[in-house]
């Protein structure tokens, strides 16, 4: 059977530390490129430290697998000719999809301040990567306000900024309660945004994490949550269960509101994401075929 042709997935990925990281990584392309997702996107690290490997492994998604691999660019760290010809080198190698990000500071570093001979913001890098090539850029946009917007009227105008720049869609900051996607989604429209906002979804791993994740960008965490997974540190097979569950139960209340596209925060796990996909009703497009043995890594 080929994929529902009512739904489009996405997924993210980063760049493996070790082999070890990295054979999980392959491992989980194996299994969820057959589900065809529109692209796969590589982050960058938040401060650009991985750029290297991000690189590479968007090289090596594109040159050797028949997904299409959409690698992040950030304004951390780098000059405007630095960045650009980054963006020029990706698409000499066949690589046309872009993430277009602000990116955090490195740890500790205080407060954002942009680069003295760079890109000050996303919606500055979108307008520069559209000069290069007619790139399909994705940028990010905060359901629940970016943590250092002066308010969520100025964090919604940046995002028409950056839209109106070049991007053509917008994925989310993961979120669990549908209300404020949809609260969110709404304002889009009355501000005149017509590209698409696609929610970034979060299968629940490990629930501690999922905590520092959200403390780091704003995200809520409904008591409900808390309460379903509470006492389960230990337990990671009833975690399992219940993740699945809780994300179904999102995707499926998106979609009866309309949404028909998804971004899947991977974690370079495919269990979690492959089930929620099949429960949309996505079915392989192809049987699924190996994909090559991770190549040596450099931490």
């Known amino acids: 059977m080929s994929?529902?042709?009512?739904?489009?997935?996405?997924?993210?990925?980063?760049?493996?530390?070790?082999?070890?990281?990295?054979?999980?990584?392959?491992?989980?392309?194996?299994?969820?490129?057959?589900?065809?997702p529109a692209f796969v996107s590589v982050t960058y690290g938040a401060d650009g430290s991985t750029r290297e490997r991000t690189h590479d492994l968007v090289s090596r998604i594109q040159r050797e697998t028949p997904l299409t691999g959409a690698p992040h660019l950030t304004c951390v760290g780098a000059s405007h000719g630095e960045v650009l010809d980054i963006a020029r080198g990706y698409w000499d190698e066949g690589i046309r999809h872009l993430v277009a990000l602000r990116g955090d500071p490195p740890g500790g570093a205080g407060p954002y301040q942009p680069h003295p001979g760079g890109f000050a913001y996303a919606a500055d890098l979108v307008a520069g990567l559209a000069r290069v090539a007619p790139f399909d850029i994705s940028v990010a946009a905060y359901p629940e306000v970016h943590p250092e917007a002066r308010s969520a009227e100025a964090d919604l105008t940046n995002l028409k900024r950056k839209l109106d720049a070049g991007a053509r869609r917008a994925i989310t900051q993961f979120f669990f309660d549908t209300e404020?996607?949809?609260?969110?989604?709404?304002?889009?429209?009355?501000?005149?945004?017509?590209?698409?906002?696609?929610?970034?979804?979060?299968?629940?791993?490990?629930?501690?994490?999922v905590l520092r994740f959200a403390g780091r960008c704003g995200a809520s965490v409904p008591q409900w949550l808390h309460e379903r997974f509470a006492g389960l540190d230990g337990d990671e097979e009833t975690r399992r269960?219940?993740?699945?569950?809780?994300?179904?139960?999102?995707?499926?209340s998106l979609r009866r509101?309309?949404?028909?596209?998804?971004?899947?925060y991977t974690l370079n796990r495919a269990a979690l994401t492959y089930a929620i996909c099949h429960a949309l009703g996505l079915r392989p497009a192809t049987p699924a075929t190996p994909t090559p043995a991770p190549s040596r890594v450099s931490a």
Request: proline fraction near 8%.
């Open 3 to 36: 994929a529902s042709a009512d739904i489009r997935v996405s997924f993210e990925f980063f760049p493996p530390a070790d082999e070890a990281m990295a054979a999980t990584l392959w491992r989980s392309l194996e299994r969820l490129a057959p589900l065809a």
């Open 180 to 209: 404020i996607f949809l609260r969110f989604r709404d304002r889009c429209a009355a501000a005149g945004i017509s590209a698409p906002i696609v929610p970034g979804i979060l299968p629940i791993t490990r629930f501690p994490q």
């Open 241 to 252: 269960l219940l993740a699945a569950s809780v994300a179904i139960e999102q995707v499926e």
């Open 257 to 264: 509101h309309g949404v028909r596209e998804f971004h899947f």
